[in-house]
């Protein structure tokens, strides 16, 4: 054990460790086997480890190799780390505080909140894990190298650039406007438009009356900068969300993006793309990965080791159980009128009545699952995608789809022509079918499975772009009543 103690200080002197909540005081730490100490200022304690500065620097020493004697030592049997995290009010309430609690129950702790600091404890009321949400910093990156907090949620870099963390979740935003507010569909173009001039709710629905933004936080306002650009007049601010509700409901030229589900005596306005077609903004959509106006959070890491607790936190934060499409309800034809009204809307001449018909019928008996086979520009199911069969195999061993079939329907973006779009979506839909069949374990029950090409009908955003496109290349999972 000397040796050992005798390395960790050796290595340890040429370790510059992040500060952590100070504690100020003398302490020694002695090896619990040998004549080996070292005396100095704890700096902080995790929970694994003591930081102290000594003469040789500042040192971290594993907290199983040592005893600590002086009146700086920690109580060990009730310490309980901090995790410092930082994320704006809106994320704090929507985000941060939901992981926490499901993870508490998962573990059998129970949530207590005093602020922005929140505590999970044991069933003997023992603290397991305190987690602190500050305000998020400018520079936030550089925040976290100073060990002003532990972790961050953050919004993927603008433009598609290299994302630096994990993510934690989808969170879906949705327009809104207090009741009374012109009325009508809003486009992005108009939006683009309205708030890249001098705001005027003219571009919006003929109306000459000025707009007003109202800003729901940093977050919010990164997350319009994306999808309706940047503005050329100045914000309404408020002092929290409750304010901004508030201002909001007051204000019958003011439209905000907001969390969903939206506090009463608010309303969601329908945003359509640019060919007409109006996007679905349900919470089936966001589990099939195609709500419009849902961001995708990110938990960036300070690089430092965290505390068992608050590791454990993290990676659970992190588990594609809580990351990958939230499971909803299986959800019929007749459930998804936006869809079947954005087929009518929006004319393709390589889409005739009779293809829309046959669609319709094919669908009709069944019910659509979340789980969506969508592709990279490679051709390949993407990471989701890869993710869904997974769990659908999963699904599908563990007897979820007992009495009932599967269709794997292919759908294509309208590039191109429609014979062809409905024989490449047929080759998709067969692949994934294959694909699904050859999953499965050997020896056990399996689904009815039949597949079909459905080419360019139910498009589920307009082809102009290639977010569009990709959304439209899928392969969707039906549950039919077995034959």
């Known amino acids: 054990m000397a040796s050992l103690f005798r390395a960790a200080v050796i290595s340890a002197a040429f ?18 086997s040998g004549p080996m100490e070292v005396s100095g200022t704890l700096v902080s304690f995790d929970g694994e480890t003591y930081r102290l500065d000594s003469r040789w620097g500042r040192l971290t020493l594993e907290a199983a190799a040592v005893d600590c004697e002086g009146p700086g030592c920690p109580e060990l049997q009730s310490f309980a780390p901090e ?13 941060l505080l ?7 129950e998962q573990e059998g702790l129970t949530l207590s909140s005093a602020g922005p600091r929140h505590t999970l404890a ?46 934690v979740a989808r969170l879906p935003l949705v327009l809104a406007s207090a009741p009374d507010a012109p009325q009508g569909i809003l486009t992005r173009e108009a939006l683009r438009k309205a708030r890249s001039t001098d705001g005027n709710w003219s571009a919006l629905t003929g109306s000459g009356h000025p707009l007003v933004w109202h800003s729901a936080g940093r977050f919010a ?10 503005t050329r007049f100045a914000p309404q601010t408020s002092a929290d969300t409750a304010a901004v509700v508030a201002a909001l409901k007051r204000d019958p030229w003011g439209l905000a993006l907001l969390p969903a589900p939206l506090p009463e005596g608010l309303v969601e306005r329908a945003v359509a793309d640019s060919c007409g077609l109006i996007r679905d903004a349900s919470p089936f959509a966001l589990a099939a990965g195609e709500h419009p106006l849902a961001v995708t ?10 505390p068992a607790e608050a590791r454990r936190f993290a990676d659970f934060a992190t588990s594609r159980v809580v990351t990958g499409a939230p499971m909803a309800e299986a959800l019929p034809l007749t459930g998804q009128g936006t869809r079947l009204s954005n087929a009518l809307r929006v004319r393709n001449p390589d889409v005739s009545l009779q293809d829309l018909q046959e669609a319709v019928e094919l669908l009709s008996p069944g019910r659509r699952l979340p789980l969506t086979i969508r592709y990279d520009s490679s051709g390949a199911p993407d990471s ?28 294509t973006p309208s590039a191109g022509k429609g014979p062809a779009n409905r024989k490449a979506s047929a080759a998709m839909a067969a692949a994934q079918r294959r694909l699904f069949e050859a999953g499965l374990p050997e020896g056990r029950p399996r689904p009815e499975t ?15 772009s290639p977010e569009g496109r990709a959304l439209n290349r899928r392969v969707e999972i039906w549950l039919l009543p077995a034959p």
């Open 384 to 411: 989701d995608g890869r993710a869904a069969m997974e769990a659908l195999i999963a699904l599908s061993d563990a007897g979820a789809f007992r009495g009932h079939s599967l269709l794997f329907a292919g759908f």
């Open 98 to 104: 939901p992981l926490l609690t499901a993870w508490g």
């Open 122 to 167: 044991g069933p003997d009321g023992t603290a397991r894990l305190h987690l602190r949400r500050l305000a998020p910093a400018t520079d936030l990156t550089a925040a976290l190298a100073a060990g002003e907090a532990d972790a961050a949620l953050v919004l993927p870099p603008a433009g598609g650039g290299r994302a630096t963390g994990r993510p």
């Open 297 to 306: 959070l990110l938990w960036q890491g300070a690089g430092r080791r965290l």
């Open 83 to 95: 995790l410092r995290v930082m994320a704006d009010e809106t994320l704090g309430d929507h985000l």
């Open 15 to 32: 370790f510059v460790s992040a500060p952590g909540p100070a504690l100020a005081d003398d302490v020694t730490l002695r090896a619990r």
């Open 450 to 464: 039949a597949e079909a090409g459905l080419g360019e009908a139910l498009p589920i955003a307009c082809d102009d």
């Open 221 to 230: 306002d990164l997350a319009a900068l994306d999808r309706f650009g940047p």
